[in-house]
C-alpha cells in the first residue's frame, strides 16, 4: 500500500513539474530585464538600431526635398540596405533578449543644417556629411563586432557591414585600407 502511494506522489510531483517550462533563467530574464548578449553586443544592437532607423527617416527627407542625383542615390541606398539589416538585427535582439525598451528608437528631428520642409532649404552637403558621421559610427561598431564570443553576432554583424559599407563610400567617406 505504501508503495503504491509513494508511486501516485512521484506520479503527480513529476506531472507538475514537468508541466512547468519556463526556466529559472527565463524568469530572472523576465523579472530583471536581463540579457543574452554581452556589453558591447548589447551597446552594438542599441546604436546600429537607433542609428539605422534615424538614417532611414533621414533618407526619406532627403528622397522628398533633394534635387540632387548623388543625394537620390545614396537615400535609396540607405533604404535598401536598411530594409533588410534592422529585421535582422531586431531578430537578432529578440535572441539575445534585448527588448524593444531597451534598444528603443528616439523621435526622428530633421537637423536644423539639412533644413526644412520645402525644397529649396535642404542643404545636400550637410545632409551626405551626416550621413558619413553616423555611418562611419554603424561601421565602426559592426566592425568592432567581429572579435566578439557570440557567433550570431559575429555573423549579423559580418553580413551587415558588408550591407551597409557602400553607403559610407556613396556618401563620400574615406575608406582606409586595413593591412594585417
Known amino acids: 500500500m505504501k ?28 523579472y530583471s530585464n536581463a540579457s543574452l548578449a554581452d556589453g558591447d553586443a548589447f551597446a552594438m544592437i542599441k546604436f546600429v538600431g537607433e542609428n539605422g532607423n534615424y538614417l532611414v527617416n533621414l533618407a526619406d527627407v532627403a528622397a522628398k526635398q533633394s534635387t540632387s542625383a548623388e543625394v537620390k542615390n545614396v537615400a535609396a ?31 526622428f528631428q530633421v537637423p536644423a543644417s539639412i533644413g526644412s520642409d520645402s525644397a529649396a532649404a535642404f542643404n545636400d552637403k550637410a545632409f551626405l556629411a551626416l550621413v558619413v558621421e553616423k555611418q562611419g559610427e554603424i561601421n565602426t561598431r559592426l566592425s568592432h563586432e567581429e572579435h566578439n564570443t557570440n557567433k550570431d553576432v559575429i555573423h549579423l554583424s559580418e553580413e551587415s557591414l558588408k550591407k551597409v559599407e557602400e553607403i559610407y563610400k556613396l556618401a563620400g567617406g574615406k575608406v582606409e585600407e586595413h593591412h594585417h
Open 3 to 30: 508503495i503504491n502511494k509513494l508511486f501516485i506522489v512521484a506520479a503527480c510531483a513529476g506531472t507538475l513539474f514537468a508541466s512547468c517550462g519556463q526556466t529559472a533563467a527565463d524568469r530572472q530574464r523576465q
Open 77 to 107: 541606398k540607405i533604404k535598401e540596405a536598411y530594409a533588410t539589416v534592422l529585421p535582422e538585427l531586431d531578430n537578432l535582439a529578440k535572441e539575445l533578449h534585448v527588448g524593444d525598451a531597451q534598444r528603443g528608437v528616439p523621435a
